[in-house]
């Protein structure tokens, strides 16, 4: 009998971040990732507790830190009296950001879009990274970042008593799987770099880094009656907690 020969969508091949991340772009918005879709709906519960939980007077200065094609970063342009920077290693997903920003943000000069390397964060930019955020937000990102790093870098942006709205791939549904999509052009899986974060790892070096717990972490699973809210790939993570997210302080 002959060897079965492999399905284009059986290749899974492994890029660098910001490799994958261009590719991704093209159908980042359209390819029924239900991770997303829950994140989206939980970043909405988060918003309202980083807003009413900043301090610092007006105008303020909201980072979004991988901003990919503006998903979130959209709602901070609602946002009054405030100053929008929305950074993101990938171009190509800055450029649909900026597509889908542009009308939001009014014209003028209240948003800016950077490419940003958290890994490299003095180098990867003509631009000095942004500094002195009165808040920041980080959706589903730091998968894909050393935690050392990425606080490093989080930590220097935002001005003390600042806060960080961060949720990410819970590490339950990492150790299974990762980010990831299939190539419209090869059928390919195409995967960027990932860890398995859990809420403990992500506490801990945040404290290391100057970052308490201002609204505690929550953690979210697929249920049987949630499930067909997020689209047919949230099916099989039924029982499998899959997002976590929280509020950190900068002291």
């Given at each position: 009998?002959?060897?079965?020969?492999?399905?284009?969508?059986?290749?899974?091949?492994?890029?660098?971040?910001?490799?994958?991340?261009?590719?991704?772009?093209?159908?980042?918005?359209?390819?029924?990732?239900?991770?997303?879709?829950?994140?989206?709906?939980?970043?909405?519960?988060?918003?309202?507790?980083?807003?009413?939980?900043?301090?610092?007077?007006?105008?303020?200065?909201?980072?979004?830190?991988?901003?990919?094609?503006?998903?979130?970063?959209?709602?901070?342009?609602?946002?009054?009296?405030?100053?929008?920077?929305?950074?993101?290693?990938?171009?190509?997903?800055?450029?649909?950001?900026?597509?889908?920003?542009?009308?939001?943000?009014?014209?003028?000069?209240?948003?800016?879009?950077?490419?940003?390397?958290?890994?490299?964060?003095?180098?990867?930019?003509?631009?000095?990274?942004?500094?002195?955020?009165?808040?920041?937000?980080?959706?589903?990102?730091?998968?894909?970042?050393?935690?050392?790093?990425?606080?490093?870098?989080?930590?220097?942006?935002?001005?003390?008593?600042?806060?960080?709205?961060?949720?990410?791939?819970?590490?339950?549904m990492g150790r299974i799987s990762q980010a990831g999509f299939i190539d419209p052009k090869t059928g390919h899986k195409i995967r960027p770099r990932s860890y398995a974060h859990t809420v403990q790892d992500i506490v801990a070096e945040a404290a290391r880094h100057g970052l308490e717990v201002f609204s505690k972490f929550?953690?979210?699973?697929?249920?049987?009656?949630?499930?067909?809210?997020?689209?047919?790939?949230?099916?099989?993570?039924?029982?499998?907690?899959?997002?976590?997210?929280?509020?950190?302080?900068?002291?």
């Open positions: 009998m002959a060897a079965s020969v492999k399905q284009a969508s059986d290749v899974v091949k492994y890029l660098d971040t910001a490799t994958a991340y261009d590719l991704w772009a093209e159908v980042y918005d359209t390819d029924n990732n239900f991770l997303q879709a829950l994140d989206s709906v939980e970043f909405q519960n988060l918003l309202p507790k980083l807003l009413s939980g900043i301090k610092s007077p007006k105008p303020w200065k909201i980072i979004d830190l991988g901003c990919g094609t503006g998903r979130n970063t959209v709602h901070l342009l609602d946002i009054a009296d405030t100053d929008v920077v929305a950074l993101d290693l990938s171009p190509k997903m800055l450029q649909i950001a900026r597509e889908r920003l542009s009308e939001a943000s009014g014209g003028g000069d209240r948003l800016t879009l950077q490419v940003f390397d958290v890994m490299n964060p003095t180098t990867s930019t003509t631009n000095p990274p942004p500094r002195d955020a009165d808040a920041m937000i980080s959706t589903l990102v730091v998968e894909h970042v050393p935690l050392g790093v990425y606080f490093s870098a989080a930590a220097a942006m935002l001005k003390l008593g600042g806060l960080f709205l961060l949720t990410n791939m819970h590490s339950d929550e953690e979210r699973g697929v249920t049987t009656e949630t499930h067909e809210l997020f689209g047919p790939r949230a099916g099989k993570w039924v029982g499998i907690n899959v997002w976590y997210g929280g509020i950190l302080k900068r002291i």
